[in-house]
């Protein structure tokens, strides 16, 4: 082989950069398409979608999309109350925009159901969030 001739793998470097994808998106209210959004808007929209989105369901999403919060469904309170608070941070945190999240309280609302709010700290700012987890059949 000719010393003079480099392979593509000689001039491509090992190092991949991380690219955060743009946040722009559809703005939706009440069901509806009204236009379009980005930055604090579209993520106040994904971390919605995130807390409504049971993970494993649906084709069209990744295997990291979503929330695990079906796996919840007939524990006791005790296990749940810990147990929601890593299945929210772990399906917030999927999202490269999410930076932390701080869950501010775990209340168990009645026999069946846990209230979750929660802070998610992004690039564009602090969203607000609140989730009612099923643990059982009403």
């Known amino acids: 082989m000719d010393d003079d001739v480099q392979t593509v793998g000689d001039t491509l470097s090992d190092e991949v950069e991380e690219v955060t994808l743009p946040s722009r ?74 930076n932390e999240v701080t869950i501010d309280n775990v209340e168990r609302v009645d026999a069946t159901v846990l209230e979750v709010q929660a802070t998610v700290e992004t690039i564009y700012g602090a969203v607000n969030t609140e989730t009612e987890v099923q643990m059982g059949e009403s």
Do not use: C, W
């Not at 993970?55 to 749940?80: C, H, M, W």
């Open 25 to 98: 998106t559809y703005k939706v209210k009440d069901g509806h398409i009204i236009g379009m959004t980005d930055d604090y808007e579209a993520m106040v929209q994904a971390v919605d979608k995130v807390m409504k989105t049971e993970r494993f369901v649906f084709p069209i999403y990744s295997d990291q999309y979503g929330n695990d919060f079906t796996e919840l469904l007939g524990k006791s309170f005790d296990y749940a109350e810990v147990e929601v608070e890593r299945m929210l941070k772990e399906a917030l945190l999927a999202d490269d925009r999410v």
